[in-house]
């Protein structure tokens, strides 16, 4: 681990989406239940697609161990693919949240 080029960048990427959504944008989106529920279902098939591009027997895509923390979890996934993938997709829903229209914004009840 000499250094944490890939590491460093997505820890970075969480901490900012959840800066935003803390400070700036308050959708409240941490606190929903469907939320969550696309994030199981986002991960889930992450680990599919991603497990296939990175599976250590037959790479298509090649990370250096050198920009990581070298920890792959299931299979041959670099922990830090799920970093950037939550922070990716998160960012955009909050900011889809923050542009929705609300009802009170209509005048309805």
């Known amino acids: 681990m000499t250094g944490l080029g890939y590491t460093v960048p997505a820890v970075v990427a969480v901490l900012v989406v ?3 959504e803390l400070a700036v944008l308050r959708t409240g989106l941490f606190g929903k239940v469907e939320y969550w529920i696309s994030m199981a279902i986002v ?3 992450q680990v599919i697609v991603d497990g296939w591009l990175t599976k250590l027997s037959a790479p298509i895509v090649i990370y250096n161990e050198q920009h990581s923390t070298g920890l792959r979890f299931p299979w041959d996934i670099p922990v830090e693919d799920f970093l950037f993938g939550w922070a990716m ?3 955009v829903l909050l900011l889809w949240e923050k542009q929705r229209p609300r009802s009170e914004d209509r005048g309805e009840r």
């Open 89 to 91: 997709v998160t960012a």
């Open 18 to 20: 959840i800066a935003l």
């Open 43 to 45: 991960m889930g098939f």
